[in-house]
């Protein structure tokens, strides 16, 4: 069992409609980021969390501590959205400043 | 401009031949990090460095080799590549640990044969 697990592996859109995509993870952590990864394999830092909710534009991350869970919400979605989403996190427990990744939601978002 | 710059973009290579792929950020971040991409394994860290001097191995590290003489360099080196090396590689930076907002290089997409 990986210890970052993302879900779904992958999610298709209409153009407006409310995503989510959930991260959990096995062990306590100190902070958790998510990434969203371009077709053209970029990767920008959307989100770090350690507790409570982000947001940003239509973007708008959450984290559970307790139950070990995060979400990314994405509203009125949009074509430009398309991309791979990567939740990652540094466990604790691990020596210095380890991240750990999930496999990552492959989104598309039809117009 | 803040950014990180990995050069090169683009690398095809034979078995053996020792190569060095660099890393380097303009924003004065401690925190430098290598990772590799494969299908269906997603990104996994090769090594980081707190600090100039300081670095520490990541979850596959073996391999691999890197140095931090300087704050904005963090080079990763194959002393001796292999196919299984093949892969796409990202370098990136933060201000100070990896609980901070990571900054990403554009890859470097690596194929050895």
């Known amino acids: 069992k990986n210890e970052v697990e993302q879900s779904p592996q992958n999610l298709t859109a209409q153009e407006g409609e409310f995503i989510t995509i959930n991260c959990s993870y096995s062990v306590g952590i100190s902070a958790l980021h998510w990434l969203q990864q371009h077709p053209g394999g970029g990767i920008v830092s959307l989100f770090m969390?350690?507790?409570g909710k982000k947001k940003h534009g239509r973007l708008i991350a959450t984290i559970n501590i307790q139950e070990k869970h995060s979400s990314l919400h994405i509203t009125a979605s949009h074509p430009r959205d398309s991309a791979v989403y990567i939740c990652?996190?540094?466990?604790?427990?691990?020596?210095?400043?380890?991240?750990?990744f999930g496999e990552g939601t492959q989104l598309t978002v039809n117009p | 401009e803040a950014q990180v710059t990995q050069n090169p973009r683009y690398l095809i290579t034979v078995t053996g031949k020792k190569l060095t792929v660099t890393c380097s950020q303009n924003?004065?971040?401690?925190?430098m990090s290598w990772y590799r991409q494969d299908p269906g394994l997603g990104l996994r860290q090769i090594y980081y460095?707190?600090?100039?001097?300081?670095?520490d191995k990541g979850d596959v590290p073996e391999g691999y080799k890197v140095s931090r003489k300087e704050k904005r360099n963090f080079p990763l080196i194959l002393e001796s590549p292999s196919p299984n090396q093949t892969s796409l590689y990202f370098c990136?930076?933060?201000?100070?640990?990896?609980?901070?907002?990571?900054?990403f290089g554009d890859g470097t997409r690596l194929s050895i044969l």
């Open positions: 924003m004065n971040h401690e925190y």
């Open positions: 990652a996190v540094r466990l604790l427990g691990t020596s210095g400043s380890r991240l750990t």
């Open positions: 460095s707190m600090n100039v001097e300081v670095t």
């Open positions: 990136a930076s933060s201000p100070r640990t990896s609980d901070q907002p990571q900054h």
């Open positions: 969390l350690s507790s």
